[in-house]
T-cell receptor
């Protein structure tokens, strides 16, 4: 079964508008972390934002915020005031943690290609 | 603070050859993990090292191997290359065992 699902292969947004990229996840663990990465055409994976499963507040980092709905197992990324430089592939990922604190590997979704239109 | 450095950035090999990729983590980071990215399979976990010990291994054949040195630098090796090994190989480092992963720019391998 898919652990991370990103249902939007591609998204378009007008410059300066907000956009939401969807991500749902599947885990039976109580302790886990959710990540969003941006991958421009150069290939580098750029860390954007992190949400721990026990964090009560939604994570925010500048123009990025994570809409975390634990009961629905969703972790959508919201980008406010889109810029042309935001055009890239965006990946949602999850890292499950054991009770001992050691972590399993990062599991990635299939990604969403975001295009910001001028 | 220097980021994760991967070398070489690009390389071309032929079937049957072997290749070694190198990754220098962010200074102070002790955990290094490797991922393979292909258009068909997406991002797949290869292995993770912490303090020179392999902690996790993904579902890849034994042709894929890795190691970590005492300075936390890591190498991965692929022997008897196949066309399907053409991919972007990404290395990531993290401070401990459960923190954010910081990725390098990747090594793009083409197998002819």
């Amino acid at each position: 079964a898919q652990k991370i699902t990103q249902t939007q292969p591609g998204m378009f947004v007008q410059e300066k508008e907000a956009v939401t990229l969807d991500c749902t996840y599947d885990t039976s663990d109580q302790s886990y972390g959710l990540f969003w990465y941006k991958q421009p055409s150069s290939g580098e994976m750029i860390f954007l934002i992190y949400q721990g499963s026990y964090d009560e507040q939604n994570a925010t980092e500048g123009r990025y915020s994570l809409n975390f709905q634990k009961a629905r197992k969703s972790a959508n990324l919201v980008i406010s005031a889109s810029q042309l430089g935001d055009s890239a592939m965006y990946f949602c990922a999850m890292r499950e943690l054991s009770t001992s604190g050691s972590a399993r590997q990062l599991t990635f979704g299939s990604g969403t290609q975001l295009t910001v239109l001028p | 603070k220097a980021g994760v450095t991967q070398t070489p950035r690009y390389l071309i090999k032929t079937r049957g050859q072997q290749v070694t990729l190198s990754c220098s983590p962010i200074s102070g980071h002790r955990s290094v993990s490797w991922y393979q990215q292909t258009p068909g399979q997406g991002l797949q976990f290869l292995f993770e090292y912490f303090s020179e010990t392999q902690r996790n291994k993904g579902n890849f054949p034994g042709r894929f191997s890795g190691r970590q040195f005492s300075n936390s630098r890591s190498e991965m090796n692929v022997s008897t290359l196949e066309l399907g090994d053409s991919a972007l190989y990404l290395c990531a480092s993290t401070l401990g065992l459960s923190g954010e992963l910081f990725f390098g720019e990747g090594s793009r391998l083409t197998v002819l």
